[in-house]
């Protein structure tokens, strides 16, 4: 499993199986298991059921210094970001645009994964990220 939080692939360590399943199944969300929920994996699955193939857990570190929220609405998500204009800790300068210029924009990119193995959504070229005052 990696470490750090995020996302890690549920593989044992033989790499022949599930290492985990959830104490607490949600059949709306049958593709991961959050990390408080994982037990040790057995296999009382019958054929057709679904084995979640990641472990979800909150990021820590730096990468933690980052917070999302999106919601639907009229047909369409707005996907809201948030974290420090000027980040700091070890190697935030190196990892970090930092956002010390506010009337200067800033190239970005985003991609959204919704986790159907179809409709994966992309914008073609660079955003920018600008300030109001």
């Avoid at 037990?39 to 980052?66: E, N």
């Avoid at 970090?96 to 070229?125: C, E, R």
Wanted: aromatic share 10%.
């Amino acid at each position: 499993m990696k470490t750090g939080g995020g996302n890690a692939d549920n593989v044992n360590k033989d790499k022949t199986g599930p290492a985990f399943m959830s104490a607490k199944p949600d059949a709306a969300n049958p593709y991961w298991i959050r990390d408080e929920d994982k037990v040790p994996f057995v296999d009382t699955f019958k054929a057709g059921d679904i084995v979640a193939g990641m472990i979800v857990k909150p990021v820590t570190g730096p990468r933690g210094d980052l917070s999302s929220a999106s919601t639907w609405a009229d047909g369409t998500w707005t996907i809201e970001i948030k974290r420090k204009l000027v980040t700091t800790g070890d190697k935030a300068a190196e990892h970090d645009v930092q956002f010390n210029d506010l009337t200067k924009a800033y190239p970005f990119g985003v991609a959204v994964f919704d986790n159907s193995q179809i409709n994966h959504m992309y914008h073609d070229g660079v955003l920018k990220l600008t300030f109001k005052p």
